[in-house]
């Protein structure tokens, strides 16, 4: 009979039994790969973007899908700590850009490894290539689990750390859902986030702007009166299906939920390719530069102002000749150039399936969960950790951050529950 059964062996799933280890519990975790941390060792581009720096009230806004839930959990347990927990664990860790963090070494395999060293310094039992099938109760008690071989194995509680169902190839098939039906809980529509758009507009079946990436750009989804939900300023690419790249993967939810929320089968964006410059100003600048250049062509007098394949883009989508001279440019069409530079507005029809996505949106009702110990307020003994619950941030760190701290609260009450 063990204390705690961990089931998952992804950042939530293996902070949750060094929790639980760590308050004395007699520990198993298991997991279906033959590995673990599978998706922990790719994130962040195979360097594990740990966790994040940036202040608590940051990293919650950074966490569109239910990130205040975690107010209670991040008084308890939250970024600092993580960062104090690896560098106790000999991970030393740098800090880039928006505050995301990282091991010195680069290497995301580092702080897996840290992670399972220090699991069994702490003597907790651990199952590969055992998927767990289902989760037993009774008398409204959890009293174990049964793998798919039929083994049964009892344990005072449970904690579902099984992940959403993106990238299955890591071995997060959502197997974590139904078990959360089966002891009550209500499950809140899954959906891909931080997922690639897809666009049928002729550019992008044309292929026109393939491969360009725009550097710092403002991507805003408009709802259908054109005024935008969230405009997310950062880098961005044009791909053969459509637009990718941060500013795309952190509007990304937004073109699912308005698609979802009026019924679209195409929701409009706005692309403002020089978000730092005001559009009167821009205007006038430009006027000067036609107006010195006179007789140079127009692509030649604007070289610079952006990449030259979106320059002559959006030249000849303001039907401006780029091979016209500077003089012959009227006004009119001067400022619809600037209105093109400043808010070039295009259509999306969806984006990528959920197994393409970094990341599940959706899962676990948070409102049926205890915020400060992540225990389920329908099932006792049964905790929920991770990305099963419908908790889902930005990637940048926030998603693993969130894994981590409902992680170590799981584990830690898990056990504290079984003494
Ligand atoms: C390519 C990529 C890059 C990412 N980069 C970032 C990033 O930079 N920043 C960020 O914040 N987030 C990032 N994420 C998201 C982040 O990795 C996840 O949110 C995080 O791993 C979720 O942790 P988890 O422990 O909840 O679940 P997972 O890491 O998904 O782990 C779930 C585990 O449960 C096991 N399991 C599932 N079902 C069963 C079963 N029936 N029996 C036994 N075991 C089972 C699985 O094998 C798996 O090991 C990225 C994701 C991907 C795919």
Redesign the pocket.
């Known amino acids: 009979m063990y204390d705690v059964i961990v ?7 293996l902070m949750a039994a060094i929790g639980a280890a760590e308050n004395k519990a007699k520990v198993l975790l ?4 033959n590995k ?5 060792a ?3 581009g195979g360097r594990c ?1 740990v966790t994040n720096r940036l202040p608590i009230d940051e990293i919650i806004r950074h966490i569109p899908g239910n990130g205040r839930f975690l107010y209670g959990a991040f008084s308890v347990f939250n970024n600092e700590d993580i960062i104090s927990f690896f560098e106790n664990l000999g991970i030393e860790l740098k800090e880039e850009d928006h505050g995301r963090m990282f091991p010195v070494s680069n290497r995301a395999q580092s702080v897996v490894d840290a992670l399972l060293n220090q699991l069994e310094q702490l003597r907790v039992e651990i199952k590969v290539n ?4 289902e989760i037993l109760f009774k008398d409204h008690q959890t009293t174990g689990i049964v793998l798919e071989t039929g083994e049964k194995i009892s344990s005072k509680s449970v904690v579902v ?4 169902k ?2 299955p190839q ?4 959502g ?2 859902f139904p078990w959360a039906i089966a002891a009550g809980h209500t499950i809140s529509e899954l959906f891909p986030t931080e997922v690639p758009v897809t666009s049928s507009e002729n550019f992008i079946k044309d292929k026109t702007l393939q491969g360009l990436s725009l550097r710092d750009v403002a991507l805003s989804v408009l709802n259908p009166k054109g005024k935008p939900l969230i405009t997310h300023q950062m880098d961005m690419i044009f791909t053969h299906f459509g637009i990718s790249g941060p500013a795309v993967l952190r509007c990304s939810q937004f073109v699912v939920k308005a698609q979802k929320k009026w019924k679209l089968d195409e929701v409009t964006l706005a692309l403002d390719a020089l978000p730092e410059r005001r559009k009167e100003d821009l205007y006038n600048e430009l006027i000067k530069v036609i107006k010195d250049e006179s007789k140079k062509t127009v692509k030649n007098a604007l070289k610079g102002m952006l990449p030259e394949r979106y320059l002559l883009f959006l030249l000849e989508r303001s039907g401006i000749d780029p091979g016209a001279i500077c003089s012959s440019i009227s006004s009119e069409k001067l400022r619809t150039f600037v209105e093109m530079c400043k808010q070039f507005s295009f259509r999306v029809n969806g984006t990528l399936p959920l197994e393409k996505a ?2 599940t949106g959706g899962g676990v009702s948070v409102k049926e969960i205890e915020p400060k110990t992540m225990a389920s307020k329908l099932m006792p003994g049964l905790y929920f ?4 619950l419908d908790i889902y ?1 930005y ?7 969130s ?1 981590l701290v409902t ?1 170590r609260l799981a584990g830690t009450n898990a056990a504290l529950s079984s003494n």
């Open positions: 089931i998952g062996g992804g950042p939530s799933g298991i997991d279906k790969g673990l941390g599978r998706k922990l790719i994130s962040g973007n055992s998927p767990v099938k750390a099984s992940g959403g993106s990238v890591t071995g997060s098939t197997d974590g970094f990341v950790c991770g990305e099963v941030g990637t940048g760190g926030y998603n693993i951050t894994a992680g």
